[in-house]
C-alpha cells in the first residue's frame, strides 16, 4: 500500500467491530433462521435465506447501499434531491411519482439503511413486522454461536498487532453492538487494551455525530480524524461531512455512490493501512526531530 501525505496528519481513529476487525458472514443464514422459527412465518424461511443472500452479494439490483421503508413495505433505492425508486419483493419495479424521502433523517423510524449482513435481518424483522424481543433473542443466539466451535471466527492477529503499534492519540472502537456482546467479542479477540475509548450501543449514525462534536469541542480538527468501517451510512458518512477522512472496509459490493479515501476488501489490507500510517507518523516524527535538534 502507497503512503499518502495525510497519514501523517491523523491523531484519532475511529474504528467499527463486526465486519470490520473480523470478518464473518456465515452467522446471516443461521440468523434469518432463528429469527423465523417458532413464527407464522417459518414456511418463508428458505425465501428470506435466499433473498438475503442476493442482496449479500450483490446479484439483485437492490443491495448494501440502500433503504427499506417501513410504511411502505419498500425496497428504495436514492436518487438526486430526496427522489427515489422503489422494488417489491419480487425485485420488479415500483413506479413512485413525486415522492420526497427523508433520507437525512434516518432517525424518523421510516426508513432503515441495509449497510452489512447484520442489516439484512433487521430489514427482514420488520418486513415480518417481529417484535423486537424475537429479533434480539436470535441475535443473541448467533452472537454466543460465532465464539465457540463449530462457528467460532478467526482473529486476525496481524491486524491487531498493526492497531496496537499504530502511535495515534486516540484508537476509538464505536459498536451499536449492545454491551454484554460487545465485551465478549472484545475479550475474545483480546483486544480491549489496545483501545483508549470504547464505546457500546454507539446508536451510530446519530452517536458517531455526537462523537465526532465532542472530539471538536477538544480541539481535534476533520482532517485529523480517520474513521474505519464497513457500513458507510453508519460508519464513514458522519466523518466525511466535518472534512474527515474515510476507510470503507467490505468485502461486498456497495451501491453507496460516495467516494471514500480508501477502499479496502480484506483483513490483510487493513492491517498494511495500519502499518503504513504509523511508518509515516514514524518518519514525520524523525524529520522533526531533526529539525529541532
Known amino acids: 500500500m502507497t503512503e499518502d501525505s495525510w497519514f501523517e496528519d491523523i491523531k484519532v481513529v475511529i474504528f467499527d467491530m463486526d465486519g470490520t476487525l473480523y470478518q464473518e458472514d456465515t452467522f446471516m443464514e443461521r440468523y434469518i433462521r432463528y429469527l423465523l422459527e417458532g413464527t407464522e412465518h417459518e414456511a418463508d424461511t428458505e425465501a428470506a435465506v435466499g433473498m438475503g443472500k442476493a442482496i449479500r452479494s450483490?446479484?439483485?439490483?437492490?443491495?448494501?447501499?440502500?433503504?427499506?421503508?417501513?410504511?411502505d413495505d419498500l425496497l428504495v433505492i436514492r436518487l438526486e434531491d430526496g427522489l427515489a425508486r422503489g422494488y417489491a419483493w419480487d425485485g420488479s419495479s415500483v413506479p413512485i411519482r413525486k415522492k420526497l424521502y427523508k433520507f437525512d433523517s434516518i432517525l424518523d423510524g421510516e426508513l432503515l439503511h441495509i449497510g452489512d449482513p447484520w442489516g439484512i435481518v433487521?430489514?427482514?424483522?420488520?418486513?415480518?413486522?417481529?417484535?423486537?424481543?424475537?429479533?434480539?433473542?436470535?441475535?443473541?443466539?448467533?452472537?454466543?454461536?460465532?465464539?465457540?466451535?463449530?462457528?467460532?471466527?478467526?482473529?486476525?492477529?496481524?491486524?491487531?498487532?498493526?492497531?496496537?503499534?499504530?502511535?495515534?492519540?486516540?484508537?476509538?472502537?464505536?459498536?451499536?453492538?449492545?454491551?454484554?456482546?460487545g465485551a465478549e467479542f472484545l475479550e475474545f479477540m483480546q483486544i480491549r487494551h489496545i483501545f483508549e475509548e470504547v464505546c457500546f450501543g454507539a446508536g451510530k449514525p446519530a452517536g458517531l455525530e455526537s462523537y465526532l462534536t465532542s472530539l471538536q469541542r477538544q480541539g481535534y480538527k476533520g482532517h485529523e480524524i480517520l474513521?474505519?468501517?464497513?457500513?458507510?451510512?453508519?460508519?464513514?458518512?458522519?466523518?466525511?461531512?466535518?472534512?474527515?477522512?474515510?476507510?470503507?472496509?467490505?468485502?461486498?459490493?456497495?451501491?453507496?455512490?460516495?467516494?471514500?479515501?480508501?477502499?479496502?476488501?480484506?483483513?490483510?489490507?487493513?492491517?498494511?493501512?495500519?502499518?503504513?500510517?504509523?511508518?509515516?507518523?514514524?518518519?514525520?516524527?524523525?524529520?522533526?526531530?531533526?529539525?529541532?535538534?
Not at 502499518?275 to 529539525?291: L, N
Open 122 to 181: 433487521a430489514m427482514l424483522s420488520l418486513k415480518y413486522k417481529l417484535p423486537a424481543i424475537k429479533l434480539g433473542e436470535a441475535f443473541d443466539r448467533v452472537r454466543r454461536e460465532m465464539l465457540a466451535a463449530p462457528y467460532r471466527f478467526e482473529v486476525h492477529g496481524g491486524l491487531m498487532q498493526a492497531i496496537g503499534e499504530l502511535g495515534v492519540e486516540k484508537r476509538v472502537l464505536m459498536t451499536n453492538t449492545h454491551p454484554e456482546s
Open 58 to 71: 450483490g446479484e439483485q439490483a437492490f443491495g448494501f447501499g440502500h433503504f427499506y421503508h417501513l410504511k
Open 227 to 293: 474513521s474505519v468501517g464497513d457500513n458507510p451510512w453508519n460508519d464513514l458518512h458522519p466523518v466525511k461531512r466535518i472534512g474527515g477522512r474515510t476507510c470503507f472496509i467490505s468485502p461486498y459490493p456497495s451501491h453507496d455512490s460516495e467516494a471514500w479515501d480508501l477502499r479496502l476488501t480484506t483483513l490483510d489490507e487493513l492491517e498494511r493501512l495500519m502499518r503504513a500510517i504509523r511508518k509515516r507518523k514514524m518518519k514525520e516524527e524523525m524529520h522533526e526531530w531533526h529539525e529541532s535538534s
